[in-house]
Structure formats: C-alpha cells, structure tokens
C-alpha cells in the first residue's frame, strides 16, 4: 500500500523504479523550497549508474512503498543534479542543522537549540508533498542526543533557505562595498527595500556583516538576523563587539536569545551575557569588556602594537588600560590607564607601568549616559574606564557608542552628508 506520509530518512537508500518495474537507481536525497508559509518537496535526487546524481520531479512519483519509490514513467532526465537558488537538500541541508522550537505542547524543548535529525513529508490531495513535521533532538554536553520529538514545522524557529546566490545587479553592489567603510555599507544598505536588504546580506561573509550591521537601526538588525539560519545567526554575533551582540540580543525575544547564546562559543557569548544583565541606557549597558588592558609590566612598544590592531575601534586605541592580574575583565585591581600620546614620548623599552596616569576618574556601570556625555566633555576624551565598587576594570566606554544611543532612533535616516549639504545650501541663501 502507497504511503502518504514518510520520513526523508526512510527514503535515502531506497531503489527508484521505473513504470515498467525497472531499477533506475536509489534514492539518495529530496529536494525541498522552504518559504515563509510552509515547505514542500520539489522533487528527489536518484543515483543512477556511475553515480550520477539527478532529479527526478515529485509529480513522477506514483507511490512510495515501503521498500521502493515507484515513478508514473520509464523516463528520466539524466542531465546531472545542480541545486537552484532557493533550494535545499532535505538530508545535506536540513538534518544536522540547528533550530529552535517555539510550542507551548514541548515545553522542554522551550529555549533551546535542538538539532534537525529527520524530516516528514505528507502527501496532499493536490499530490503535491508537502513538509508538516520534523524530528528534532537535543544533545547533552558529551554529544547524546535526546529522544527525537516531532515536531510541527510552524512551530520551527531558525530554518532559512539560504542558497540562493545573488542576481547580478546585487553581486555589483556587493562587490562595490569591498572598499568602503561598513557605517557607508550600512548606509546603503538602509536605503534598498527589505527584500533586497535582507538578499544582500545574506551574501555577506559573517565578518563583514558583523560590522555592518552594527551601523544598522535596530530594526533592520532584527530582520536580518531573522532571515538567516539560526546557526549562521550565532556564527554572524560571535563576530560582533560583545557591546554591539547584547544590544542586537536585547531586541529579541528572550527564547530566541537564549537559543542563540546557547549556540555561541561560550568564550564570545559570556561576555555578552554579562553586558545583558545590566541596566539599559547605563555605562554597563554601554561598555565593551574588551578594551586594551595590559599588565604594568608591559612595554611601550607592546602597548602601540595593541593599539595598532586595525580591527580596534579607534575610540579603544586611544587608552591603554594597566591592571593587577588577571588581565581579562573583570580584572584584577585597576592602576590607571596610559594616553595614547603620552606612549608616542616614551623610549619603547619603558614600562607602563611608569608611565600611568593614576587620577583619571573612572565610570561606574550604573552611571547613566548623560553622565558619561559630560565626563567625556569634562576630560577632553573618546574612551573612559568602567569600574566596579571594588576597584576592578570592568571594560570601557567609547564616545561612538555613546552617540549612538544619545542620537534620535531615526538619525540614519537622513544621510549626514545631505543633512550638512542642505544646511549649507540654506546659509548661502
């Protein structure tokens, strides 16, 4: 008896016949569309003689049986398979990946990230095959995985078909954006529409998009993060300034936080989780943990190689940071910081740890922005430490995120170079 309804991995490895009973070959994979109101198969992908992949459309299919897929012709194309843009391989793509699950009928799956192990196709009466349900597993810390729950695929958070490669006018401006700064990159992107926004950034390397999308309103990191794989979505925040991740994580539910922090390398996600436990619109909530800190017996020389870092915000490079170890933050006791400038005077030899400015006052996590704004203008500085009551440097504070939170919510709205052009323009009436 034809079955309607069937798991993927049942399917791989079953023979293919043809009408007239004949071996084909054997199934090897499915073909699925993933759109934003369901999934359904396209078709399977047949191994023919000399292990040549094809496809074969599900509208040949006449019935699955339990040992074999039977085809309503004798005919197949044998041009080798290619996937298209849009598509994904139920078996190479879907299983193994990484999802989470939002149902109230699997609480224990609730904030969680859970792994892909099997996928249910249902025939309709239209005779298309259509994706109701995956079988999901979660893993201990040795690698065991749980016992599969299936689930309903609405229920699946996550899942992106991300393989469609980009037309040519969008691979243009993605190549035009290789020399430009991200906050220009940002800028661009923010003035396309959605869909080629979220297409454009998809094409993006997890680096580069990190960067841009820190120069992006919130929103638009919202809907960029929600178009990708919930696993490429963990691989893009690892990438981002802790600072800049807890800002893009605070704008998401609280599940799907958690999930995404669950699939961060614990070595980025545990500074970022510190920085969430603070108040919004304070220094905490503000400050990056990974300024320059050195121990005072540190060089000069090794200090200006730090502040060489072409990847350090310029606003970072300006201060160096000297502490009793342990030199990660939270750190041991602060000793005072070192100027930028005062470095470039010093033999490279000389240690920082004579050269300090022991009196600079520091920023408290609970300080607010306006306070910041006036100890930024009080002492004529971009960077300011962040301790806590017990002395230990916590992280620091750059005036570019300062500005960032103190700007209206729609400041990218208006091109800064317009906005200064129409002022111009405006004077000179």
Not at 78 to 86: Q, T
Not at 157 to 180: H, K, Q, T, W
Not at 398 to 407: A, E, T
């Amino acid at each position: 008896m034809s079955a309607s309804r069937v798991f993927v991995g049942r399917l791989a490895g079953m023979i293919l016949l043809g009408a007239d009973g004949e071996s084909v070959g054997r199934v090897r994979d499915v073909v699925v569309s993933i759109r934003p109101s369901g999934a359904r198969a396209l078709g399977l992908v047949g191994e023919v003689a000399g292990k040549r992949r094809i496809f074969v459309p599900m509208l040949r299919i006449a019935s699955v049986d339990p040992k074999e897929v039977t085809m309503n012709t004798s005919s197949v194309n044998l041009r080798p398979f290619r996937s298209r843009a849009g598509e994904v391989a139920a078996i190479d793509d879907l299983m193994g990946s990484r999802v989470h699950v939002e149902d109230p009928e699997f609480p224990q799956l609730s904030g969680r990230a859970v792994e892909i192990v099997d996928v249910e196709l249902e025939r309709t009466r239209t005779r298309d095959w259509e994706v109701r349900r995956v079988a999901v597993v979660t893993r201990g810390r040795l690698g065991r995985p749980s016992a599969p729950s299936v689930v309903p695929l609405d229920s699946v958070r996550g899942l992106s078909a991300s393989g469609a490669a980009p037309v040519d006018a969008d691979a243009e401006l993605i190549a035009e954006f290789e020399d430009m700064r991200s906050p220009d990159v940002a800028q661009q992107l923010h003035d396309l529409s959605q869909e080629r926004r979220v297409r454009i950034a998809r094409e993006m390397d997890d680096e580069r998009l990190a960067d841009v999308l820190a120069e992006l309103p919130d929103d638009e990191q919202t809907e960029i993060l929600d178009d990708l794989s919930i696993e490429r979505a963990a691989d893009v925040l690892e990438e981002m300034d802790p600072d800049d991740a807890a800002d893009l994580l605070g704008e998401l539910s609280d599940e799907r936080a958690d999930v995404l922090l669950e699939l961060m390398d614990p070595e980025d996600s545990e500074p970022v989780r510190r920085l969430m436990r603070f108040t919004p619109e304070t220094v905490g909530a503000l400050m990056t943990p990974e300024p320059i800190v050195l121990l005072p017996q540190a060089t000069v020389a090794e200090a200006l190689a730090h502040a060489r870092n072409p990847e350090l915000p310029l606003s970072l490079s300006s201060l160096i940071f000297v502490v009793r170890p342990p030199q990660a933050t939270p750190t041991g006791k602060y000793l005072g910081c070192v100027h930028l400038q005062k470095l470039l005077r010093e033999p490279p030899s000389a240690l920082v740890g004579g050269i300090l400015d022991p009196d600079l006052p520091a920023l408290g996590v609970d300080d607010s922005e306006e306070t910041a704004a006036r100890y930024f203008a009080t002492y004529n500085l971009v960077c300011g430490p962040v301790l806590d009551d017990d002395g230990h440097l916590l992280g620091a504070v750059g005036v570019d995120d300062l500005l960032d939170h103190l700007l209206p919510e729609d400041w990218r709205d208006d091109d800064w170079r317009v906005h200064r052009d129409s002022q111009r323009a405006a004077a000179g009436a």
